[in-house]
């Protein structure tokens, strides 16, 4: 999507017609004065670490109680962080894809439905760094991410896995192996997927100890909370005792799992600090979704579009950012891509947005334009019922989140605030619901669509995704 108030050439406009011309010229002559800002060294690396399932304010950085992030924290103070930042969907597929082609997931096609698949007519900012000449590799834990629904596309190196959640020292050791084999000054784009903190929650020993988890619930507790679940979603009186003690046990499995994946980012950094300093290295941490514990009345993600589950981290240090800033102006983690490409000088291909999500002007332009968000369906609880919609279609203006979902029998609709996970859920005004359907109908969907495999079918269901194509159960 670009806004409607760049120039033809895609560039937002630098200049504000409005700046009364005494302004103009005092602040003309106050820059002459001062020494020219020094220009930041040529980009000449560019790491992306992908955080698995990391809401926002799991980060002591973005406010969390419990300071279990101090590595991107430091980060964090180093570069810029982007306070509300927001992934495409609540889930791996259609969020990561859109990550790697800066495209919505209805535009890239990798919704979860029958013939899902990463388009092939959709840029590849892996492939832009490519056509440049950069040597680009990504190392990925996360099992559902396979190189036949198109992630793979503009890595001459695809390392993911087979059908386990790898632990971070799996891509790690990779991303090292593969470090060491660069020549000195061969300029690289390197893609870190980590899986902590995605469950099922497996802290490491020391994180465990750590954070003093304690022992996991017993199956009489689980029943009881089962129980209690099922109450609750009816509106009918329930054992919140049992459900307090399950979601705090969760919260802090899943704590302890998001400290491994900062003390995996400590390492990344050392192996990228050996190899020399990281003056020329532009390095993004963020995240695909984040993760749900009953705020809204559902654990874990993919299932709704709620704050706990689609505003994730930004971090971005390097060459051309600048160090010890906090952006308050929403922004979308799909455009970190074209801004990735724009800072290492690399042209954009056809079809890529010109974003530069460092620039506060173009950021100010696009407060005037809409986020949009998407679930191919999900669930949806309202009266005491839970359904399955076909689409979850969400629209972010201003502070407020438009969902309409399309169910059968009849659209539901609802609305939030954007950014806080305690956020009460209220009736969507029609005028906001009408302007959901106008934006979503503006999107251009892949033509070619091509099912999954039945090797990769099967593999899906051994990890607990029913995926692709329905089968008659
Ligand atoms: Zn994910």
Redesign the pocket.
Known sequence: MQSPRTNPTGRAHSARPWVPVAVALASAIVSGCQPAAPTPPPVDAVVVVVV??LRADALGAYGAAEAVTPTMDALAEGGTLFERCLATSS??WP??ASLLTGKLPPEHGLIGKDGSSISPDVPSVAAAFQSAGWATAAFVA?PIMDAELGFGRGFDRWEGTDDSWDEAAVPLERATAWLAERQPGEPFFLYVHLVEP?SPYRPTAESAVALDLPAPPSEEDLGAVTRAYNLMIKGAPYDQGAIDDFVDWRRRCYAAEVRDADLAIGELLEVLRRRGPLDRTLLAVTS??GEEFLEHGLMG?GGQLYPESVHVPLILTGPGISPGTRVAERVENRLLGPTLLGLAGISRPDGLAAANLTDGEERDLRQDEPSLLHLGNGGWIEGGEYLIPDEQQGMVAGDTVTVRARVEGGDRAASHRAFDPETPVQTAASTDVDQVSSEFSKLRRPSTTAPLSEELERKLRGLGYNLGRREPR
């Open positions: 698995d399932t889930w791996t969020s990561t996360n995605h695909d979704h993600h």
